[in-house]
């Protein structure tokens, strides 16, 4: 005797949320079982909603981030952001972490990933280029780089710092070290490193 299953739309959805990050095959059969305990009121707005995230929204060229077809960029149509600092972020998510800090209020450029040679992520396949044409454009003083502090996006920093530095463009990098909060003995050696490097006067 077959094995039972679902029925072939619901092994269909589930395995469309598996493939998605973050989802594993029980929560995916989680997902679809419960839109399918909902009835008919959730399921078809979830399905507007991914029609409409494929088709109104787009990436703004020369940002990143995204914006929704036919409109301005938020970030680039604001007169009141400095333009002479770009700060370059990996993806469009770390322009909001950065904005709800208040700390910053120049303009961002996505890259869309990190240089990776093992996921042969090759400079090409990142937003490098359009970023030395915008810094040369606006004219930008300085360029930040927040990226992760991981190989690759150490890597990533110091590929662009030298593109950067040939432009004589002023590069600076995110501080690293010690988490607001936090005790030394929470801490790696690494993190206490940069934090000793990067200690300031107060």
């Known amino acids: 005797m077959a094995a039972l299953e679902y029925p072939a739309p619901i092994r269909q959805l589930i395995w469309q949320l598996k493939s998605l990050p973050g989802i594993g095959p029980r929560s995916a059969e989680r997902l679809v079982l419960w839109l399918l305990s909902t009835g008919a009121t959730q399921a078809p707005q979830l399905a507007d909603a991914l029609k409409a995230l494929g088709s109104s929204v787009e ?6 981030f ?3 077809c036919g409109t301005q960029c938020a970030l680039c149509s604001d007169d009141r952001r400095q333009r002479a600092v770009v700060c370059v972020v990996e993806q ?5 972490r950065l904005e709800r800090s208040g700390a910053f209020r120049g303009q961002y450029h996505v890259l869309g990933g990190k240089l990776s040679p093992l996921d042969n992520v090759t400079p090409e396949d990142l937003r490098i280029a359009p970023l030395l044409h915008r ?3 606006l004219p930008a003083e300085e360029v930040i780089l927040a990226l992760s502090s991981d190989v690759e996006g150490e890597a990533t920093a110091n590929y662009i710092a030298d593109l950067l530095r040939r432009a004589e463009i002023k590069v600076t990098r995110l ?3 010690m988490p607001a909060g936090g005790g030394l003995d929470h801490v790696d050696e690494m993190t206490l490193f940069r934090a000793l490097e990067g200690r300031r006067t107060i």
């Open 175 to 177: 501080a690293q070290g």
């Open 66 to 68: 995204y914006s929704e």
């Open 59 to 64: 990436m703004c060229e020369a940002c990143g």
């Open 135 to 137: 810094v040369r454009d």
């Open 92 to 96: 469009a998510a770390d322009v909001l």
